[in-house]
């Protein structure tokens, strides 16, 4: 086959994927299909737009064996990270027959291979601690870019004071990173952990939006000690990250209903414990969303509870939004992130 013909059963192939990929985001419908759009690219978010709008009829034997063959590829790329390769492989085999088998585990390969950094993706925090403790700041951010942002936060919170400050402002001031930058640093992971991952194109990586997703994983005590020490060193960009963030002193900004739905959610020893220190402005607002019942039922238990660790206010505190950030996810509750003029609605 020459190279010509090569190049054009390439570019068909990439085409029959993405009308497959539209196809699938109009089989789940307009909600769920704006949760998939949260995690993509602008240009693939403008590619698969394109594709969804030039979709023609379709038959349901066309829509059926796209979200088959979708499911399939899912499941693979889920055995494959939690089982290994050779797991995947037998599975498959004995559910889908070899000749199945084989064209996913090539398919998902080349999905895993094309992600740098990938064998740090499973890793425990703590032993990709120990991988990276010795490492530049701004190689730990790049990596930590790579990450989802709940397994980032908990590297970062392994990290010394110092160095997880400064990582957090390289990731902060991190923008669109050439691939000559990202040859470099795997070159040198290659050379340490003899592994070698290819990036073809600029990949839009960290940024302040990242950090304040990852910030918003860390636990209170650790957010509060970044913020101490960033606000000194750069209080324009820590005071730019909270912007973005939502924490436990945004529900001032709440509306009624969806303070009185996440107090429906919470355990009273919680809010006890979170209003321990809270201003009389924020009690009043807890007090005023709640039944009398349970209004009183606080306030004895905030008279007889002494002794409190700031800790456990923290944690109770951090509980709290996470029950807030879990019902936004489902659309049950409206907030407002600092420094945003604008509702954000999930």
Same mark, same amino acid.
Do not use: W
């Given at each position: ?20 990929? *539209? ?6 419908? $307009? ?20 594709? !969804? *709008? ?31 390769? #050779? ?31 990938? =064998? ?14 010795? +490492?530049?700041?701004?190689?730990? *951010?790049?990596? /930590? ?11 970062? +919170? +392994? ?8 990582? !957090?402002?390289?990731?902060?001031? /991190? ?5 000559? *930058? %990202?040859? %470099? ?23 302040? #939006?990242?950090? $304040?997703?990852?910030m918003n994983h860390v636990d209170r005590s650790s957010e509060r000690k970044i913020f101490e020490?960033? @606000? ?18 945004? %529900? ?6 969806? &303070? ?26 807890? =007090? ?6 349970? /209004?009183?039922? &606080?306030? $004895? ?11 456990? &206010? ?18 049950? &509750?409206?907030?407002?992130? @600092? ?8």
């Amino acid at each position: 086959m020459s190279e010509t013909e090569n190049l054009n059963r390439e570019e068909d192939l990439l085409t029959d994927a993405k009308s497959k990929a *539209a196809l699938v985001v109009v089989s789940l419908g $307009a909600d769920r299909a704006s949760q998939i759009y949260k995690y993509l690219s602008e240009q693939d978010i403008e590619d698969l737009t394109f594709e !969804v *709008a030039k979709l023609g009829k379709t038959n349901n034997s066309q829509v059926e064996a796209t979200l088959d063959e979708y499911y399939k590829l899912c499941l693979t790329h889920k055995m494959m990270t939690d089982g290994g390769l #050779d797991y995947a492989r037998n599975v498959l085999e004995k559910a889908f027959g070899e000749s199945t088998a084989r064209n996913l585990l090539e398919k998902v390969s080349k999905t895993l291979q094309s992600k740098p950094f990938n =064998f740090f993706m499973k890793g425990d925090p703590k032993a990709l601690f120990s991988l990276l403790q010795n +490492e530049r700041p701004q190689v730990i *951010a790049l990596i /930590m870019a790579y990450m989802d942002t709940a397994q980032a936060a908990q590297v970062l +919170e +392994e990290l010394p004071d110092e160095k997880r400050i400064q990582t !957090v402002e390289s990731m902060a001031r /991190m923008d669109r990173v050439s691939p000559d *930058a %990202i040859a %470099i640093v795997e070159e040198e992971m290659k050379r340490k952990f003899a592994t070698i991952i290819t990036s073809e194109d600029n990949m839009s990586l960290g940024g302040v #939006d990242y950090v $304040a997703d990852m910030m918003n994983h860390v636990d209170r005590s650790s957010e509060r000690k970044i913020f101490e020490e960033l @606000g000194k060193r750069n209080p324009e960009l820590a005071q730019t990250i909270r912007d973005k963030m939502f924490v436990f002193e945004n %529900i001032m900004d709440m509306d009624d209903r969806s &303070v009185q739905r996440f107090i429906r959610e919470c355990d009273t020893k919680d809010i006890v414990y979170a209003l321990k220190n809270a201003s009389e402005e924020m009690r009043t607002i807890f =007090f005023g969303n709640m039944s009398k019942r349970t /209004m009183d039922t &606080v306030k $004895a238990d905030l008279e007889i509870t002494t002794n409190v660790r700031l800790k456990d &206010v923290e944690e109770a505190q951090q509980r709290i939004v996470n029950i807030i950030r879990n019902l936004e996810e489902q659309g049950e &509750v409206i907030i407002k992130k @600092g420094g945003e003029g604008d509702d954000i609605i999930v």
